[in-house]
């Protein structure tokens, strides 16, 4: 069991952002990596749809025989890791918004805190709640949460335009709202924004901490492996990644270099629905 790889899927390329952070934590795991190029992005599309996709996309990787599974995409953890969580009793299954939320409310001072996600996530309200859970736990609450959609940052980030001009106004209007209002946290809630944190950062100024939900996922990843008694250790040499996507096996080979630091090997076509 423990030498089952971790599976994780996003809804295209952003996810790699999650698996970086795994690599980087968790470099004796196995990883099997799904990105649903053929139906990205999942960020406008209804939650009916999305739970849809991530049952097939969970599905697809419990037939590569994985040990649990990391949703990577924040708008299918927001709006699908309940149900998957039911529909798949017994299978860890770790979402971006739990970590993303708990980071959030460990890294506040002064309890404001501004999320920013796709359009779907941000409809969905799974941060707020999720922040809220977690500042109750510590019989608190928090002074504000403040939520604001980004809808262009991810074909903006796809494009390679993470650090130009026309990214660094569509961010200004973006962080507008947020930047008067006194936040001192700010949650990266979505898969493509962290390659955008030096223009986020450059806008939201030195006392707003950004807080990415992927690092955060790795870091609870680590512990449940941990204590689920399910690592893998050193033995055996390092761990390895299978990379699939739904569709244009190429696109995903070329933008994965912006976000991994490097390509990918073992990059194949899932057919999701199917037998494998
Ligand atoms: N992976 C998605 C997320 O983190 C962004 C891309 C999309 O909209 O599918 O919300």
Do not use: W
């Not at 979402?95 to 920013?116: D, E, F, L, Q």
Request: aromatic letters at 6%; one cysteine or more.
């Amino acid at each position: 069991m423990n030498a089952l790889p971790i599976g994780i899927f996003d809804s295209g390329v952003g996810g790699l952002t999650v698996l970086r952070e795994l690599r980087r934590l968790l470099p004796d795991e196995h990883l099997v990596y799904l990105g649903d190029t053929a139906r990205v992005p999942y960020g406008n599309k209804s939650r009916a749809t999305v739970s849809r996709y991530a049952e097939e996309d969970v599905q697809f990787l419990l037939s590569r025989g994985v040990k649990m599974i990391v949703i990577a995409c924040n708008t299918a953890s927001a709006i699908a890791a309940p149900q998957l969580r039911e529909q798949f009793p017994g299978l860890p299954i770790l979402g971006m918004i739990g970590p993303g939320s708990r980071a959030a409310r460990a890294a506040t001072r002064n309890g404001r805190i501004g999320v920013i996600a796709t359009a779907a996530t941000i409809g969905s309200g799974a941060y707020g709640t999720r922040i809220r859970e977690s500042f109750a736990e510590n019989g608190a609450a928090p002074a504000e949460i403040l939520a604001q959609a980004c809808p262009l940052f991810v074909p903006l980030v796809e494009e390679g335009e993470t650090s130009s001009e026309i990214t660094r106004l569509v961010a200004e209007k973006y962080l507008a709202p947020l930047r008067g209002a006194g936040i001192d946290t700010l949650v990266l809630g979505c898969t493509h924004y962290p390659l955008l944190k030096e223009v986020i950062a450059a806008i939201m100024g030195e006392g707003v901490a950004l807080v990415d939900s992927g690092e955060a996922a790795a870091v609870e990843t680590a512990a449940l492996l941990a204590e689920r008694g399910l690592l893998r250790g050193p033995q055996g040499g390092p761990g390895g990644a299978q990379f699939y996507v739904t569709d244009a096996a190429a696109r995903f080979h070329a933008i994965a270099e912006s976000f991994l630091g490097h390509g990918v090997d073992h990059l194949s076509l899932a057919e999701l629905g199917a037998a494998p």
